[in-house]
């Protein structure tokens, strides 16, 4: 089940980075923004709002960008090397991401977070697969009405 909508796997690494990074960056805007206000005086909870924002909004955008960037990177790599397109790839692609993450801090940290990441991936595509099967059967082919009968 390919999904002939997204673009090929060079062009989605890089279009995967930016998306990530837009959603780290703009999630980091709201979230320091409000760490910010809620942490000034009276007087500068404006300003303090937007010194937070600036200071640490876009190195969560650039740590968003990382993992995504990563994790696209390995998930071409995986349906090159399986040719195939299914769910396993995203696990497999999300205990090597977790684990690049994680190499400087050692094996055995890399390795927890290689399996972390992976269990994470699982739950995602399987909650996927779910919802995918509930609402497949609310558009379940129908007979047609035949008049008169």
């Given at each position: 089940m390919a999904d002939h909508s997204r673009d090929p796997c060079p062009y989605v690494i890089l279009n995967d980075f930016g998306g990530a990074f837009a959603m780290g960056a703009i999630g980091?805007?709201?979230w320091h923004g409000i760490k910010g206000w809620r942490n000034s005086p009276m007087g500068e909870r404006r300003i303090g709002a937007l010194a937070a924002i600036k200071a640490r909004a876009p190195v969560l955008g650039g740590n968003f960008g990382v993992w995504?960037?990563?994790f696209s990177t390995y998930d071409c790599a995986v349906k090159g090397i399986r040719h195939k397109e299914d769910p396993w790839n995203a696990i497999i692609a999300g205990f090597f991401t977790g684990g690049s993450l994680a190499i400087r801090a050692g094996y055995k940290q890399a390795r927890?977070?290689?399996?972390?990441?992976a269990m994470l991936l699982g739950v995602f595509e399987g909650v996927?697969?779910?919802m995918n099967k509930a609402f497949a059967?609310?558009?379940a082919p129908q007979a047609p009405?035949?008049?008169g009968q």
């Open positions: 980091g805007a709201l995504g960037g990563l927890n977070s290689a399996i972390g990441c996927g697969i779910m059967a609310n558009n009405m035949i008049p």
